[in-house]
């Protein structure tokens, strides 16, 4: 091998395939075309800071109406016409067994019915209905990322965009409304103390597909490397850099326009909701 070629720059690969690529470009382009192009811009982005969210999470049921007000403003949803409730279903509990055994807390275990929270549409008194799980209470980024999820989707089913829930595109609509960082950041959370360890999962993209998404974003605003991505877990801000040097050097590849696909893809390829 010529030493020349040794030093020579690798070809930057797409974290994501290609049919998954395609898909969150075409949802891009529908989002644009329901939304406005404009949206991905006049946006501020919330940060997971004091400043964002002036609020003491203190475990409080007055926290989620106070983070409900930001959140639902932020997407031009009236928060006066959402109402919240709360339930408890808390995380799936093993003794892992031995001499001094552990307790492992696993979130989404197969065929385990878990979640952060819950969009019951509009009800007949005029107001759209959501249900948290009480552990976001003292989970400000869990917090913020589940009202996100769930007011988005008031902006897809609610509104009348959609006719069919589409959870991966309730994911995206997060980002177009600013609210990206949370929602990418809750998507893997590994906990581990002294006697237990676990995991918590929310949404339904992977952290792979948010870094892509999450670039995808900030190559529309015109962004570069932004500031805003030493938020992101780091997981996440790999997969975000990966997928902006992947950008960067094949901008022809990207199809994202304000005119969206006549038919929209029911939910990333490989996956059935």
Not at 30 to 50: M, T, V
Not at 171 to 189: K, S
Not at 235 to 264: C, D, H, M, W, Y
Request: glycine share 8%; charged share 25%; with cysteine.
């Amino acid at each position: 091998m010529s030493i020349f070629n040794f030093f020579k720059k690798k070809t930057p690969v797409c974290p994501v395939t290609d049919d998954v690529r395609e898909w969150i470009e075409e949802a891009y382009s529908w989002l644009l075309d329901e939304f406005g192009a404009d949206i991905i811009k006049a946006k501020k982005i919330r940060l997971p800071d004091q400043e964002n969210f002036p609020i003491i999470y203190n475990g409080e049921h007055k926290v989620a109406f106070d983070t409900l007000k930001i959140v639902a403003c932020q997407m031009d949803v009236d928060p006066n016409e959402i109402v919240i409730n709360f339930y408890s279903e808390g995380i799936t509990e093993i003794e892992s067994g031995g001499i001094g055994s552990s307790k492992v807390f696993i979130g989404h275990e197969k065929d385990a019915k878990k979640s952060s929270g819950l969009y019951k549409g509009k009800k007949n008194d005029g107001k759209y209905h959501i249900s948290l799980e009480g552990e976001n209470l003292k989970d400000p980024v869990g917090m913020v990322a589940t009202l996100a999820h769930e007011i988005a989707h008031i902006k897809l089913l609610g509104e009348h965009r959609l006719e069919r829930n589409n959870e991966q595109l309730t994911d995206l609509t997060t980002i177009i409304y600013g609210l990206g960082i949370f929602n990418a950041n809750t998507a893997f959370r590994f906990n581990s103390g002294f006697d237990q360890w676990g995991y918590r999962q929310l949404g339904y993209l992977t952290q792979i597909e948010w870094g892509y998404a999450l670039a995808l974003y900030a190559y529309l605003r015109g962004e570069n490397t932004p500031q805003w991505i030493n938020y992101l877990s780091e997981t996440v801000k790999g997969n975000f850099k990966r997928s902006e040097q992947f950008i960067k050097a094949n901008k022809e590849k990207i199809r994202v326009a304000n005119t969206g696909p006549s038919t929209l893809p029911q939910s990333p390829p490989g996956r059935n909701k």
